[in-house]
């Protein structure tokens, strides 16, 4: 016997009307106006172009537009859906100061030029986020999650500040923008140690393999934290990478090797989330998977799809964090209602994923050449196989009906993501690299061969069989021993 529970709240919401205090309202007006003022500074770029800067501190491009906008929507969102979750909560002032600093200093972040102001908005915006992970004082298990994390931000910050230091060495440039312009003075050694040094840092932030330890660790986080944290902070990664693109893609050697870093966390993500008992860390270590993803866009050169990337990824993990408590419901062990697929739904699912596919490329003109293009396209065959083969497992209509309704469900959405993809690369047109396609190698060839293998054995449940495989991913995606809760007694919110 299945079913589901009828009730679905207990007591009276909070009324956030009566008696809200002034901080949370003042403040979530001011972001929301912040939003407002973002949209039209976006729409005054694609209209008239340009930029403004103070020369050598601060750069308004079409990427800091683009972002002021995203992160502004996203803090709206977490701020308006929090005057109810946090309501009566004795940290209620607190966590909207926060969340309002951290949106500040990332819309910093983002228009930052100056290699020294650039160093301490990232590290001002890993402190902040810690700090939220930690906003209840009175939980030794959140002060413990917030110093694991501050720990892995303060390593992101220091790694950064070796590549800064290294890079205004070599090239005398004390600004991004003078870095970029300088890239013919990049090569040998100290290259290596800044591109290096980059790459680990925007690892370390974007919670990448192996660094994805503190973003597992971090549940103590109140779920509006956690979503500007999944949807916004872990992105930072990938907007450091397209910042300082024309440094990393001087070899394509360490190109490739951003594909390999990528496509390993991508893959242990999907891993990770197979084996996890709770809602928020089965979404966090999805998070895990689809950075990796986001990285694995950058070492093929596509800067533009890798924030088209984030910015779609950022508004779903939103949403599915904050509808999280909607996905908690009380089902009998034999409830699932998953569909056998079967030889048709089979080949409905790959006609589906390979129609897809060559859609993306007729209209983006990616993978229609032979150039690591190809490879992106065969990302958007994988996302079509993986979503067309959930649906029709789990869509509740006749198999006919399901098998016809896949593809007409589907080729919209790419087409939709198509043009998304092509206008937020017009908007950064004017960036040194959006676009910096490496031709295909025989490394190229191996990776995606071991990459399309695994992952279709994941989706078929072969790494199912392997219990020694199963122990292994339950120790690799277990939080620090220091964040986890045992008792509920030691919860004290006041």
Same mark, same amino acid.
């Given at each position: 016997m299945s079913g589901h529970s009828s009730q679905k709240t207990v007591g009276a919401l909070p009324d956030t009307t009566v008696e809200s205090p002034f901080v949370p309202v003042v403040l979530t007006w001011l972001v929301w106006s912040l939003f407002a003022a973002s949209i039209v500074a976006l729409a005054a770029r694609?209209?008239?172009?340009?930029?403004?800067?103070?020369?050598?501190?601060?750069?308004?491009?079409?990427?800091?537009?683009?972002?002021?906008?995203?992160?502004?929507?996203?803090?709206?969102?977490?701020h308006s859906y929090s005057r109810r979750y946090m309501a009566g909560s004795a940290h209620e002032t607190r966590f909207f100061v926060a969340t309002f600093g951290f949106t500040?200093?990332?819309?910093?972040?983002?228009?930052?030029?100056?290699?020294?102001l650039f160093a301490l908005l990232w590290l001002a915006m890993g402190l902040s986020m810690a700090k939220l992970i930690g906003i209840v004082d009175g939980w030794k298990q959140?002060?413990?999650?917030s110093a694991v994390a501050a720990k892995y931000f303060v390593a992101? +910050? %220091? *790694?950064?500040?070796?590549?800064?230091?290294? =890079?205004?060495? #070599? @090239?005398?440039a004390t600004s991004v923008s003078g870095v970029a312009a300088?890239?013919?003075?990049?090569?040998?050694?100290?290259?290596?140690?800044?591109?290096?040094?980059?790459?680990?840092?925007?690892?370390?932030? +974007? %919670? *990448?393999?192996?660094?994805?330890?503190?973003? =597992?660790?971090? #549940? @103590?986080?109140?779920t509006p934290a956690s979503a500007l944290m999944h949807a916004g902070f872990v992105?930072?990664?990938?907007?450091?990478?397209?910042?300082?693109?024309?440094?990393v893609t001087v070899d394509t050697t360490l190109m490739l090797a951003i594909v390999v870093i990528g496509a390993a966390s991508a893959l242990l993500g999907k891993l990770l989330k197979s084996v996890q008992p709770g809602v928020k860390s089965m979404l966090g270590?999805?998070?895990?998977?689809?950075?990796?993803?986001?990285?694995?866009?950058?070492?093929?050169?596509?800067?533009?799809?890798?924030?088209?990337?984030?910015?779609?990824?950022?508004?779903?993990?939103?949403y599915q964090f904050l509808n999280a408590g909607e996905q908690i419901e009380r089902t009998s062990p034999t409830g699932g209602t998953k569909r056998a697929t079967g030889p048709i739904?089979?080949?409905?699912?790959l006609l589906t994923a390979t129609a897809g596919g060559a859609l993306f490329a007729v209209l983006t003109g990616k993978g229609t050449s032979l150039d690591s293009g190809l490879l992106l396209a065969l990302f958007v065959v994988l996302a079509t196989l993986h979503a067309a083969r959930s649906a029709i497992q789990h869509i509740s209509l006749p198999s006919t009906v399901r098998y016809a309704a896949v593809p007409l469900a589907f080729f919209p959405a790419i087409i939709v993501y198509a043009l998304v993809y092509t206008a937020i690369s017009s908007v950064l047109a004017e960036l040194p690299v959006v676009a910096a396609p490496t031709e295909l190698t025989v490394f190229h060839a191996l990776v995606a061969v071991a990459f399309l293998a695994a992952y279709l054995a994941i989706e078929t449940g072969v790494h199912e069989r392997s219990q020694r495989l199963y122990v292994a991913l339950l120790n690799a995606s277990q939080p620090d021993s220091s964040t986890v809760l045992t008792t509920t007694e030691n919860y004290n919110e006041y």
């Open positions: 694609v209209r008239f172009g340009g930029g403004w800067e103070i020369s050598g501190v601060i750069v308004v491009d079409g990427l800091t537009v683009l972002l002021w906008a995203v992160v502004t929507s996203f803090s709206g969102i977490v500040v200093i990332v819309m910093g972040l983002v228009a930052a030029d100056h290699l020294v959140a002060r413990a999650a992101s +910050s %220091a *790694l950064l500040g070796v590549a800064l230091a290294t =890079l205004w060495w #070599m @090239t005398g300088a890239t013919e003075t990049l090569g040998g050694p100290l290259w290596l140690l800044a591109a290096g040094a980059l790459v680990l840092a925007a690892m370390i932030q +974007s %919670a *990448l393999v192996p660094f994805h330890g503190w973003l =597992l660790s971090s #549940m @103590t986080a109140p992105n930072a990664g990938g907007i450091l990478l397209t910042r300082f693109a024309p440094v270590s999805s998070t895990v998977g689809q950075m990796g993803f986001m990285i694995m866009q950058v070492g093929l050169g596509f800067f533009g799809a890798a924030i088209t990337h984030l910015i779609l990824h950022g508004f779903y993990k939103a739904g089979v080949a409905a699912t």
